[in-house]
């Protein structure tokens, strides 16, 4: 596994992308590569504070039980996606479960690595308050979702939530999820994800492949919402 390839993704991808270079090549000098079979877990709910992890290649679920509720998957992340950095710093249990779904490579940075970068800069607390504000929008894109009755702009708005983060270039997205899954992320039945969809497929928005959808245009895809 050669360390620089697999950190091409994070590098033009992401929250880590878009922080200052002497940040982000100084984590990424800390950081240690470690494979994730599919269905190994990251962290579980309620696991002790841990690491920074992002995601290189592969693709990772977050699960969690919310309240009596069964655990229930609310998002599929995808290469340049990090977490672990709010219990981390809050030192408290984490809030979800997160686990590979496709063989992944993942990037962990200790918190003690953390802790050094804060000495020498301050403004890594800044850098780790971000990562989380992009968690909030992630989270209040799901809670709008949630409050839309329209069911097409349920799924569309789980598609642009999941198409986050953005390639650095431009082409095609692919959100590895099956239409089943698609719709538990949407909080749908399944019945009417299959027309959405092909509507979509019909308007050039998207494609459709076995347990993925493919963005073509994410314009003509925002563009759909509301119509």
């Given at each position: 596994?050669?360390?620089?390839q697999v950190l091409r993704a994070v590098r033009h991808t992401g929250w880590l992308a878009e922080q200052p270079a002497a940040f982000r090549e100084?984590?990424?000098?800390?950081?240690e590569l470690r494979e994730r079979a599919m269905g190994a877990a990251l962290y579980r709910q309620d696991d002790p504070p841990g690491c920074l992890?992002?995601?290189?290649?592969?693709?990772?679920?977050?699960?969690?039980?919310?309240?009596?509720?069964?655990?229930?998957?609310?998002?599929?992340?995808?290469?340049?996606?990090?977490?672990?950095?709010?219990?981390?710093?809050?030192?408290?249990?984490?809030?979800?479960?997160?686990?590979?779904?496709?063989?992944?490579?993942?990037?962990?940075?200790?918190?003690?690595?953390?802790?050094?970068?804060?000495?020498?800069?301050?403004?890594?607390?800044?850098?780790?308050?971000?990562?989380?504000?992009?968690?909030?929008?992630?989270?209040?894109?799901?809670?709008?979702?949630?409050?839309?009755?329209?069911?097409?702009?349920?799924?569309?708005?789980?598609?642009?939530?999941?198409?986050?983060?953005?390639?650095?270039?431009?082409?095609?997205?692919?959100?590895?999820?099956?239409?089943?899954?698609?719709?538990?992320?949407?909080?749908?039945?399944?019945?009417?994800?299959?027309?959405?969809?092909?509507?979509?497929?019909?308007?050039?928005?998207?494609?459709?492949?076995?347990?993925?959808?493919?963005?073509?245009?994410?314009?003509?895809l925002k563009g759909s919402a509301g119509a």
């Amino acid at each position: 596994m050669k360390k620089n390839q697999v950190l091409r993704a994070v590098r033009h991808t992401g929250w880590l992308a878009e922080q200052p270079a002497a940040f982000r090549e100084a984590l990424l000098a800390r950081a240690e590569l470690r494979e994730r079979a599919m269905g190994a877990a990251l962290y579980r709910q309620d696991d002790p504070p841990g690491c920074l992890y992002g995601l290189a290649t592969g693709s990772l679920g977050v699960v969690a039980a919310l309240g009596p509720a069964p655990p229930r998957l609310l998002h599929i992340a995808r290469p340049g996606w990090w977490v672990g950095e709010a219990s981390m710093v809050s030192r408290t249990q984490t809030r979800v479960e997160v686990n590979a779904r496709a063989p992944s490579v993942v990037i962990v940075v200790a918190a003690a690595a953390i802790t050094e970068l804060a000495r020498r800069d301050p403004l890594v607390w800044r850098y780790l308050g971000l990562l989380t504000v992009s968690h909030m929008d992630s989270a209040l894109q799901l809670a709008g979702c949630a409050l839309t009755s329209d069911p097409r702009d349920r799924v569309i708005g789980t598609l642009l939530r999941l198409a986050r983060p953005a390639p650095h270039l431009p082409g095609p997205i692919d959100i590895p999820a099956s239409q089943a899954e698609l719709a538990e992320l949407a909080g749908m039945s399944r019945n009417p994800v299959g027309p959405i969809l092909r509507d979509l497929e019909a308007a050039g928005a998207i494609t459709c492949r076995r347990s993925c959808v493919r963005i073509l245009d994410i314009d003509v895809l925002k563009g759909s919402a509301g119509a």
